[in-house]
């Protein structure tokens, strides 16, 4: 790893402003704002706002094949994209039991984040390095870490956000 990786705290590198899920939130919205803010993660808290689980397009989608059997890649990608005009996608294929979509809409308005999201999530302090954190990264498999101070998350720090101190 370089120098300056050693040298540059999680605090530097982390983006400040979270987008965060409450747990009882439905897939549906959940997808939306992963959506709509660009990203693949939400952090999830409870009604006391305390981190209590990630969940990420990886978790929706996996929920949606488990909901409707087999499910290609592609069909999966077909759900994201036709969910582009919630209303109009949900209703349309709401209408016709026959359509395989209707089994993807009865989940994302059903199923809540807090059945499918990753518990108990790693978390970083803001004063690691980012060394550290790309290592407990790769070695967890995860693309995110939120980050916390005295049990209260200040940030979350990416993939994307220690890639871009390289440069």
Same mark, same amino acid.
């Given at each position: %790893?370089?120098?300056?990786i050693r040298d #540059?705290? #999680?605090?530097? /590198? %982390?983006t400040?402003r979270?987008h =965060?899920i409450d747990r009882? $939130?439905?897939? @549906? ?7 709509? *803010?660009h990203? /693949?993660?939400l952090p999830?808290i ?8 990630i969940? +990420?397009?990886?978790d929706?989608a996996?929920?949606?094949?488990e909901?409707?059997?087999s499910? /290609? &890649?592609d069909?999966?990608?077909? !759900?994201?994209? *036709?969910?582009?005009s ?5 209703l349309? $294929?709401?209408?016709?039991? =026959?359509n395989?979509m209707?089994?993807f809409n009865e989940? @994302?308005r059903? !199923?809540? !984040?807090?059945? #499918?999201?990753?518990?108990? &999530?790693v978390?970083? +302090? &803001?004063d ?5 954190a790309a290592?407990?990264?790769?070695e967890?498999g995860?693309n995110? @870490?939120?980050v #916390?101070e *005295?049990?209260? %998350? !200040?940030?979350i720090?990416?993939?994307h956000?220690v @890639?871009a101190?390289w440069?």
């Amino acid at each position: %790893m370089s120098t300056r990786i050693r040298d #540059v705290t #999680v605090r530097q /590198s %982390m983006t400040h402003r979270v987008h =965060t899920i409450d747990r009882e $939130a439905t897939l @549906l919205t959940a997808m939306t704002l992963l959506r709509h *803010h660009h990203i /693949s993660g939400l952090p999830v808290i409870d009604r006391n706002h305390r981190l209590v689980g990630i969940v +990420s397009e990886k978790d929706i989608a996996r929920s949606l094949s488990e909901a409707g059997g087999s499910l /290609s &890649p592609d069909g999966l990608l077909e !759900v994201f994209i *036709h969910s582009e005009s919630n209303d109009t996608f949900l209703l349309s $294929a709401a209408d016709d039991q =026959t359509n395989p979509m209707h089994i993807f809409n009865e989940c @994302l308005r059903s !199923v809540r !984040v807090k059945e #499918v999201m990753s518990q108990d &999530p790693v978390v970083i +302090s &803001p004063d690691a390095t980012l060394d550290v954190a790309a290592r407990i990264m790769n070695e967890r498999g995860i693309n995110r @870490l939120p980050v #916390v101070e *005295h049990g209260r %998350m !200040v940030g979350i720090l990416t993939r994307h956000d220690v @890639l871009a101190a390289w440069v």
